[in-house]
């Protein structure tokens, strides 16, 4: 098996864990279940996305991965502040708050920065390049 398919099933596994730790959050009602729910969440939502993209693209940087991932989902942070028809409806259902979000929030933006420098970082031990 080629290097690259080695990298996929090993993201593979860890996609296996970070998924329902990212529903998790979602679902979580002990305490400080607020700051889990809406916080917390968003750096297994940007460790997610950094894996997905190095899955698709095993030979972009894991860096730039990472800066992608934080620019696109920073920008769909500010898209909770439109309410447009296809946005409400979108929204109405329980994938689509969790991929695109209802509520806009600055703090949000520290913790995508947060996870998408986890996200690098687990990129880089998964590809072996920085």
């Given at each position: 098996?080629?290097?690259?398919?080695?990298?996929?099933?090993?993201?593979?596994?860890?996609?296996?864990?970070?998924?329902?730790?990212?529903?998790?959050?979602?679902?979580?009602?002990?305490?400080?279940?607020?700051?889990?729910?809406?916080s917390l969440s968003g750096m297994f939502y940007e460790?997610?996305?950094?894996?997905?993209?190095?899955?698709?693209?095993?030979?972009?940087?894991?860096?730039?991965?990472?800066?992608?991932?934080?620019?696109?989902?920073?920008?769909?942070?500010?898209?909770?502040?439109?309410?447009?028809?296809?946005?409400?409806?979108?929204?109405?259902?329980?994938?689509?708050?969790?991929?695109?979000?209802?509520?806009?929030?600055?703090?949000?933006?520290?913790?995508?920065?947060?996870?998408?420098?986890?996200?690098?970082?687990?990129?880089?031990?998964?590809?072996?390049?920085?």
């Amino acid at each position: 098996m080629s290097e690259i398919g080695k990298m996929r099933w090993r993201i593979g596994a860890i996609l296996l864990v970070v998924v329902p730790l990212g529903f998790a959050t979602k679902f979580y009602h002990g305490p400080a279940s607020a700051w889990v729910a809406n916080s917390l969440s968003g750096m297994f939502y940007e460790i997610f996305w950094c894996l997905v993209l190095l899955l698709l693209f095993p030979r972009l940087s894991p860096w730039k991965i990472a800066g992608m991932v934080f620019l696109i989902t920073s920008l769909l942070e500010f898209t909770q502040l439109l309410e447009g028809r296809l946005l409400l409806w979108i929204r109405s259902y329980f994938l689509g708050r969790i991929l695109i979000g209802t509520t806009f929030r600055w703090g949000d933006l520290f913790y995508y920065l947060l996870g998408s420098v986890l996200g690098a970082l687990i990129l880089v031990r998964l590809a072996g390049k920085e």
